[in-house]
């Protein structure tokens, strides 16, 4: 398998979200719209990209559950044992955030969506910049999620998006979120 951590287009958006640029990239199933979920600007950025409410919250990728420790600070050992099981892989989890995520990140919500990806390119991407990304779909609210770069241009032509290397997973449909706290399937 490629190491795509020292890839040049891997490394330009790692040094894209360092300084607070957007980033388009592979995920498991689609194309990503991805930034630093503590930059203030960024945010924005994305949001305005998708034309999606700030009300709605985002999804944050990781590399590995150390990425993300700080979110499962106050878990049982048994919610824990739920994560390990799962991760890294295609199950997206709503956690309490506790305040410890921008309202734009969270959006009017008491939990955030939380992911450590399998995906060698989201794991390259979470390792470069040192923890998690910002990761929803890349095209406007209420059309067809982009399944390559070519889509990713088409829908954002020359709006000042980094895009990266890789193409997306074997998944055919995004990741399924559930609930940690009461397990029930919020997007299968």
Known sequence: MLN???????????????????????TESVWGLGCDPFNRHAITKVLQLKKRSASKGLILVAANMAQI???????????????????????????????????????SHDTIAVRVSAHPVVRALCEGVGGPLVSTSANPQGL?????????????????????????????????????????????
């Open 144 to 188: 067809p999620a982009a399944k390559n770069s070519t889509d990713v241009r088409r829908y954002f032509g020359k709006q000042a998006l980094t895009l990266c290397a890789g193409c997306v997973g074997r998944y055919p449909s995004p990741s399924v979120i559930k609930d940690l706290r009461t397990s029930r399937i919020i997007r299968a």
């Open 69 to 107: 420790d700080w979110l499962l600070e106050g878990l049982s050992s048994s919610q824990h044992k739920v994560l390990q099981q799962s991760w890294p892989g295609h199950t997206t989890w709503l956690l309490p955030h506790n305040g410890r995520v921008p309202q734009n990140v969270c959006g």
């Open 4 to 26: 795509y951590r020292f890839h040049p287009r891997v490394q330009r958006c790692i040094a894209s979200v360092q300084r607070g640029g957007v980033i388009a990239y592979p």
